[in-house]
């Protein structure tokens, strides 16, 4: 009889948790793979610690890689020893991985939580939700910041700024890599924002594109870790520069340096986790079950305290509260604000998913001559 | 070249000056990058470069807070540890195969001599960027990249041919007749080789060893491929650090460093100096 | 006289010589008994990575793998015929890229052949998207209507093991089709049939003679199809993109499917293999001549320097006396022992524009403070961080070929007449070249084949074809052509260090005095 009873107990507490703790042995180590600095950070205090806490038998470990993420998981897949549980991504890397088979497709809706009035969370992420195998977390956006003491009595209002090396001389820093260079290019020299990638698509659009960075070619400073333009605007380094809004947000306000940001013609990107294919079941169950916990509408809003990223789940957007510790109010340094927003240009991943690898490959080219 | 004889023209006293400051500025040049760092890793403030306060010698200019971070950060301290974790693992095995080789190599005869020591030695030929794809992918195929094990076999791999150079080179002094001797009075093998060969070559293997450890202890091109962030070491944490996220940290690690590099170059040295009286190849 | 004809006798009765040989024999077993393991172990972890990297340089199984119908098809294809491939090579190639879709490789194949071709990675990508909702599904539609059978994977189970001599290509089609249904952890006898299972049906059916099957099924198959209107592929293909109907597309494809290339050697040295030879890449893509070559100026600037620097200061300390030397050695010596990164981190705050050297410049009013020199993320402080790095390997070399020169050769020279600076000259500085030699190739081989300090402080320009390995490693992933890159700076660095060899012998080589 106290068999029954105690079986009885376990099945009524596996449907008290949940579906996912029924399905298999939950492995007590998870590695997290994320980008390091303050972005980590963030992720670690929102998510991690409170995950922690509930679950006390867990370990959980960082690994500083995402900037290697598919180079790295490629090596991975190949030996047939994938060592990740977790992956942060940008939304581009997802979509190859995901191209790839690296990239473990999930089904939304069965996988994360649905937002607390019940909706279902594919319609909670909407259109966020970019690839089969992404779980969209942060909505960021690349921008300039420049040095508020450099630039004059005249500070930069529009991102057309970079290319006038009149007005604002002295070094700018933009990111090693063709994405929203290409695109603030051809902005700049008269392309319609609407048409920026008709006329990318174009052998000639991006004969211009290269043309008009040509034109700075030599006072820019290549970066390709976001912290490198903070960096160099807090060293007087460069007079502009591009970067994510965050880190920016931490330049500015934490760290209280000379430092201006414009939004105009900030470029909205998305961030977010993938699971890699491959992870034995007890492994890719406890990816789940974090996953699940970490991407539910508290936990994306509880972020934003530490980071002014905004939460990519529309629920989590009337939760954002102050920062933690300056207490300021994040929702003003949202890039999803609507002062902000007035003038965005919204980078489009299914043709960049296209174009990465041509275009790669002519702007190193056009780097190293 | 000592000292000039009284009757030096002015020519000659004018170039023997200028020699000397043309010699002190090189020196300058090798030695003040490596002492700037020093002062500036005390600095209060969070740059790289003298704050006034420093110039004036005032000591709020000054602080431990740089230290105190890199004893206190997490990610420092996991990249120490994970440092003293692989680099002595890697050593003991280059040594302990290296020595070992050396003794064979310096035997009077043997085969594909010239070949086997160009391939024990090519891991210090080869330039480490190569090194470190052809670990990377060849390590990913058998499921070693990312690990533990990986990068310390790596490591030992490109300590190798230190302990070779250095132990061989105290193995060419070597007198064979010490060893017939013992045999003749009756040692085993053994015997011979741990009472007479292996205090003789002793500092050649513990000088080698130190290299090998140096060599894993600041390497950071193979590691960065080969390792994972649970091998992220010192270095590593550096380069990174440098690359990204640039905190005056840096300094008072580098300063670190360089106090236990100095501390290892007078053992070195010390080292050399009794081997050299030990064979008897140089006086006092 | 027996003892010339007798051969010596050992104490035991053997003959000497062969006592000896087997001494000898012994001895050189036991040598290569302590060799072995360390050999062994080199072998493994350093050797066989390096011959992994060579092999990486030429492989190019990708192609063959992911479309092998298509290879297959493209043999027959005569290009200098002019126009596309025909209607097999279409057929072939839609049946592989819906299979290569399905496992997720038409991607890497497009990123592999965009390599020798901008723009075959988006057609890939793009074509991969709309290769599954092709017209071939009016086939499928037609025979599902005509009999419910076919929407039985059972049927087409059977088929393909009792007809599979008069349908080669359903056959064949349903095998891949079997496998890629069980790697997806489905089962094909419960999996409905795919589009590209019809298609191959049709174009079996169309080539038999009407009611030349045993099988009602077929024979009512047969009659159906002469009455369907017929599905281009070739058309199908070209609306996705035009570029499909471009010969050019398919040559490189037919170039490129070998399982073994030349490609990335080639593309290493700015060229590429093309149907019609080798030839140079555009203008535009021409970047590694440039780069190896500036890698070889750097390298050479960074020894010159060294030399010039290093050779007063081991002249010095060679002739000075022995306890001051010692003393000054340590300045040399210290830099050598300090970690790499230590002296570099310590070269990027001295560089900077708002670095120690800048402001000190700036302090002595010998800059404007507007007008700071730009020493960092250029050649220059490339240069520069390495010279610093490198000079101990020149002045140690130096220093012990100075040490054995004599003294009294210059002094023998000057008493009979020469000046100071013949004697130097003429007599002296012919006794260092040596030294110079050894420790020139020793920078020159180390310098080509630097990352850490490049990628720290050389921007764009002060870069060396090591970071561009390493950027195919982590960030492109062509790691065939950072494989060939790297076979070709290791050549270099192998004939470098055979020259130092002869120079100086590898045995010789000293560290840290």
């Given amino acids: 009889m106290k068999l029954k009873k105690t079986v009885l107990a376990a099945a009524a507490l596996a449907l008290a948790v949940g579906p996912t703790a029924v399905s298999a042995q939950l492995a007590d180590d998870i590695t997290l793979v994320s980008w390091g600095g303050a972005y980590q950070k963030s992720q670690h205090r929102a998510y991690v610690e409170p995950y922690i806490a509930d679950n006390p038998e867990v370990t959980a470990v960082w690994d500083e890689s995402s900037y290697e993420a598919v180079a790295k998981l490629r090596a991975m897949n190949e030996a047939g020893n994938v060592t990740w549980d977790l992956v942060d991504v940008v939304a581009s890397d997802a979509i190859r991985l995901c191209d790839e088979g690296l990239a473990m497709e999930i089904d939304h809706d069965e996988l994360l939580a649905p937002a607390p009035d019940g909706s279902s969370a594919s319609e909670d ?29 005249t500070p930069p209002t529009d991102v057309c700024a970079v290319f006038d090396t009149a007005t604002y001389p002295g070094k700018r820093s933009l990111e090693k890599r063709p994405i929203n260079n290409m695109e603030w290019a051809l902005i700049c020299d008269g392309v319609p924002k609407a048409d920026v990638y008709d006329v990318l698509e174009t052998d000639e659009g991006q004969a211009r594109a290269f043309a008009k960075l040509d034109t700075i070619k030599d006072d820019v400073i290549w970066w390709s870790a976001g912290a490198d333009t903070p960096q160099l605007l807090a060293d007087g380094e460069v007079v502009i520069g591009s970067t994510y809004n965050g880190r920016l947000f931490s330049v500015i306000e934490e760290q209280d ?113 | 070249m000592s000292g000039l004889p009284p009757y030096a023209s002015f020519t000659q006293k004018l170039w023997h000056y200028a020699f000397r400051v043309i010699c002190g500025i090189v020196f300058f040049f090798l030695i003040a990058p490596i002492i700037v760092i020093i002062p500036l890793s005390f600095n209060a403030q969070d740059f790289f470069t003298f704050t006034p306060e420093m110039l004036a010698l005032d000591p709020d200019g000054y602080s431990l807070k740089h230290y105190n971070d890199f004893f206190t950060n997490p990610d420092w301290q996991q990249a120490m540890w994970n440092s003293i974790r692989i680099a002595p693992m890697a050593t003991l095995l280059s040594v302990s195969f290296g020595t070992l080789a050396a003794i064979g190599l310096s035997q009077p005869h043997v085969p594909f001599r010239r070949a086997i020591m160009a391939i024990l030695i090519s891991p210090m030929i080869v330039p480490l960027i190569i090194s470190a794809a052809g670990m990377y992918f060849f390590y990913s195929r058998i499921g070693l990249q990312g690990s533990y094990w990986g990068v310390v076999l790596a490591h030992a791999a490109l300590g190798i041919p230190f302990v070779i150079i250095t132990v061989t080179a105290t193995l060419v002094g070597f007198d064979r007749s010490l060893t017939r001797a013992a045999a003749s009075l009756g040692a085993n093998p053994v015997t011979t080789f741990a009472k007479v060969q292996m205090p003789l070559i002793l500092p050649g293997v513990i000088s080698g060893g130190l290299f090998a450890f140096i060599t894993s202890f600041d390497e950071v091109v193979v590691v960065l491929f080969v390792g994972s962030a649970g091998q992220k070491t010192l270095p590593w944490q550096m380069f990174t650090g440098l690359r990204e996220q640039i905190s005056p940290t840096i300094l008072a690690v580098a300063t670190i460093l360089v106090t236990v590099s100095v501390v290892l170059l007078a053992t070195i040295e010390i080292l050399r100096r009794r081997s050299e009286r030990l064979r008897g190849m140089s006086p006092g | 006289m027996t003892a010339i004809d007798s051969p010596v006798l050992t104490a035991d009765g053997t003959p000497l010589k062969a006592s000896l040989r087997r001494a000898l024999r012994r001895e050189k077993a036991r040598a290569f008994l302590l060799v072995s393991p360390l050999l062994l172990f080199v072998l493994l972890t350093f050797i066989a990575p390096i011959a992994d990297m060579l092999f990486r340089s030429v492989e190019n199984g990708i192609v063959h793998d992911t479309i092998p119908r298509t290879v297959q098809a493209l043999r027959n294809w005569d290009p200098e015929q002019g126009g596309s491939p025909g209607d097999d090579v279409f057929e072939a190639f839609y049946t592989d890229m819906v299979f290569a879709v399905e496992r997720k490789s038409h991607t890497r194949l497009g990123s592999r052949l965009n390599y020798e071709r901008t723009g075959l990675a988006s057609l890939f990508r793009k074509s991969g998207r709309r290769v599954g ?120 494809i037919r170039t490129y499917a070998g399982r073994y290339t030349p490609g990335y050697f080639l593309n290493s040295v700015d060229l590429k293999l093309t149907a019609d030879g080798v030839q140079y890449r555009d203008e535009g893509d021409r970047i590694y001549i440039l780069l190896f070559g500036r890698t070889l100026y750097m390298s050479l600037v960074i020894t010159i320097s060294c030399i010039l620097l290093g050779y007063p200061v081991a002249f010095l300390l060679a002739n000075l006396p022995l306890r001051t030397a010692n003393i000054l050695m340590i300045l040399v010596l210290l830099p050598f022992w300090t970690s790499l990164l230590v002296r570099t981190s310590s070269w990027k705050v001295l560089l900077q524009q708002q670095g120690v050297i800048n402001d000190i410049l700036v302090a002595l009013r010998i800059v404007d403070d507007a007008s700071r020199l730009i020493l960092i993320n250029n050649q220059t402080g490339t240069i520069i961080a390495m010279t610093h790095i490198l000079l101990p390997f020149m002045i140690l070399p130096l220093y012990s070929v100075m040490k054995t020169i004599p003294p009294s050769y210059v002094r023998a020279a000057k008493s009979l007449g020469a000046t100071d600076w013949t004697a130097f000259w003429r007599v002296y500085f012919p006794n260092s070249v040596p030294g110079i030699g050894a420790g020139s190739v020793l920078v020159f081989i180390l310098a080509i084949g630097y990352y850490i300090t490049p990628e720290l402080v050389g921007g764009t320009r002060g870069v060396f074809i090591s970071n561009r390995i390493a950027y195919h490693i982590s960030s492109s992933l062509n790691w065939g052509l950072a494989a060939a890159l790297g076979t070709i700076l290791l050549f270099a660095v192998l004939i470098l260090y055979w020259t130092y060899d002869r120079i100086v012998g590898i045995d010789n080589v000293k560290l840290g005095g």
């Avoid at chain 1, 294919?277 to 169950?285: C, K, N, Q």
């Avoid at chain 3, 589009?195 to 024979?219: E, S």
Wanted: net charge negative; aromatic share 12%.
């Fill in chain 3, 133 to 252: 909702k092709f017209d071939t599904t009016d086939y499928a539609d037609a025979f599902t209507t005509l009999d419910q059978a076919w929407e039985d994977p059972r049927t087409w189970d059977a088929l393909a093991v009792s007809e599979g001599a008069s349908l080669p290509r359903t056959a064949s089609v349903h095998a891949t089709w079997r496998e890629v249904v069980r790697t997806d952890g489905g089962d094909p006898l419960e999996e409905e049939p795919w589009d590209v299972l019809y298609a191959a049906l049709y174009a079996d059916l169309m080539q038999a003679p009407a009611g030349g099957f045993d099988n009602p099924l077929l024979n009512d198959a047969r009659t159906a199809a002469a009455g369907l209107e017929p599905v281009s592929l070739r058309e199908q293909f070209g609306a996705i993109d035009e570029d499909w109907l471009d010969p050019q597309v398919w040559r490189t």
């Fill in chain 1, 125 to 153: 992420f909407g259109d966020l939700i970019v690839s089969d195998c992404f779980i969209p977390q942060i909505v960021y956006s690349t921008t300039f910041g420049y040095r508020t003491d450099m630039v004059g009595s």
């Fill in chain 1, 257 to 369: 340096q000379p430092v201006g940001m414009l939004w105009d013609a900030q470029v909205f990107d998305l961030d977010g986790w993938i699971i890699p294919v491959g992870l034995p079941a007890d492994r890719l169950a406890r990816a789940k079950d974090f996953v699940r916990f970490a991407t539910d509408t508290q936990r994306l809003a509880d972020q934003a305290k530490y980071i002014s990223y905004g939460p990519a789940r529309m629920s989590s957007a009337p939760l954002v509260g102050q920062h933690a510790d300056l207490g300021i109010d994040m929702a003003p340094h949202m890039p999803t604000d609507p002062e902000n927003a007035k003038n965005t240009f919204l980078y489009n991943y299914e043709w960049w998913a296209d174009y990465r690898d041509d275009l790669d490959a002519k702007f190193q080219a056009w780097l190293a001559q």
